[in-house]
């Protein structure tokens, strides 16, 4: 499996921007679907984004189009999330996850094996 470190969390006002990392080690990463998924207090843990290992494929939540995009940088060992035009129901906090190799963005969280410790969002309204 692979470890995975989220960073970028805090707190923004609603309508600002935040950009979330994910730094991954070992050298599988780069043949990884990688996905972005948020928790809120109370409420069950939900997909946010994914990206294919090539970055050809991507998929989002209703609630992320338009406003999230994910991309990946597979020389950094890095999967990002630039998140704009926050909303507070955006609060929550975010996790990182790896899933299959060689496989299309997926938004099934049973896909998925390697999970981060996760980094809080809090927007303010």
């Known amino acids: 499996q692979v470890q995975l470190v989220e960073s970028g969390g805090g707190l923004v006002q609603a309508g600002g921007s935040l950009r979330l990392s994910c730094a991954a080690s070992g050298r599988t990463f780069r043949f990884l679907t990688m996905g972005w998924f948020r928790q809120a207090p109370g409420k069950e843990r939900e997909f946010v984004a994914a990206?294919?290992?090539?970055?050809?494929?991507?998929d989002y939540a209703d609630s992320a189009k338009g406003r999230f995009t994910i991309s990946r940088d597979n020389a950094k060992n890095t999967v990002y999330l630039q998140m704009s035009s926050l909303k507070p129901e955006d609060t929550a906090v975010y996790y990182c996850a790896a899933g299959p190799k060689f496989a299309p963005a997926t938004g099934s969280h049973h896909a998925y094996d390697s999970w981060g410790q996760g980094t809080q969002v809090t927007v303010s309204s």
């Open positions: 990206i294919s290992w090539t970055g050809g494929s991507t």
